[in-house]
T-cell receptor, first 114, second 120 residues
Framework: AQSVTQLGSHVSVSEGALVLLRCNYS??????LFWYVQYPNQGLQLLLK??????LVKGINGFEAEFKKSETSFHLTKPSAHMSDAAEYFC????????????FGTGTRLKVLA | GAVVSQHPSWVICKSGTSVKIECRSL??????MFWYRQFPKQSLMLMAT?????????EQGVEKDKFLINHASLTLSTLTVTSAHPEDSSFYIC????????????????FGPGTRLTVL
């Protein structure tokens, strides 16, 4: 069985500060890992994904995440927060079995302070 | 590319009526689509997997007679909430992964913008 844990349901950072959103997963098979962003009353937009290959993946809007198998983590970072980054962020895991069903974390709401 | 649309974006209905929500993959084909439900300030809960040309697969605890799913073509899945009640009010989101050889990645799900259902 797979699961995802996002530590911190709410994270506040100052504009220009480092953004760090934490995601840990458990999976009995090699996972695919994803970060999505959701703005109010909208669907989910893919930020980045890890499937195979390089463990440091870069996404849109300056975000990146590193897959660390030994720590079963896939934390999302951005060097400098912007006001427009305020949103809900979801980490998700799926298996490589072909079903591509996602298991979502509970989400982290990012607030950016001026 | 790889756009998923939903219609309507919001709907208000009276208790006891049925509501149909459409999910379309606009520029890629999808033999599988997923339907999620999201309560305010909560994560997405997978309701069912919609399979083109066959019956949907429902997650545990989801009433299949309540939430009818039809995947009539490679670009369209519909979710019908039958005899809706206020507790069915929620944000419904669909998603679709791409097919091999197509425009969309097979390992990534593309999400629709969601449909806000309010049952009075």
């Amino acid at each position: 069985a797979q699961s995802v844990t996002q530590l911190g349901s709410h994270v506040s950072v100052s504009e220009g500060a480092l953004v760090l959103l934490r995601c840990n997963y458990s999976s009995s098979v090699p996972p695919y890992l994803f970060w999505y962003v959701q703005y109010p009353n909208q669907g989910l937009q893919l930020l980045l994904k890890y499937t195979t290959g390089a463990t440091l993946v870069k996404g849109i809007n300056g975000f990146e995440a590193e897959f660390k198998k030994s720590e079963t983590s896939f934390h999302l970072t951005k060097p400098s927060a912007h006001m427009s980054d305020a949103a809900e962020y979801f980490c998700a895991v799926s298996s490589t079995s072909g079903t591509y069903k996602y298991i979502f974390g509970t989400g982290t709401r990012l607030k950016v302070l001026a | 590319g790889a756009v998923v649309s939903q219609h309507p974006s919001w709907v208000i209905c009276k208790s006891g009526t049925s509501v149909k929500i459409e999910c379309r993959s606009l520029d890629f084909q999808a033999t599988t689509m997923f339907w999620y439900r999201q309560f305010p300030k909560q994560s997405l809960m997978l309701m069912a997997t919609s399979n083109e040309g066959s019956k949907a697969t429902y997650e545990q605890g989801v009433e299949k007679d309540k939430f009818l799913i039809n995947h009539a073509s490679l670009t369209l899945s519909t979710l019908t909430v039958t005899s809706a009640h206020p507790e069915d009010s929620s944000f419904y989101i669909c998603s679709a992964p791409g097919l091999a050889g197509g425009l969309a990645s097979t390992d990534t799900q593309y999400f629709g913008p969601g449909t806000r259902l309010t049952v009075l």
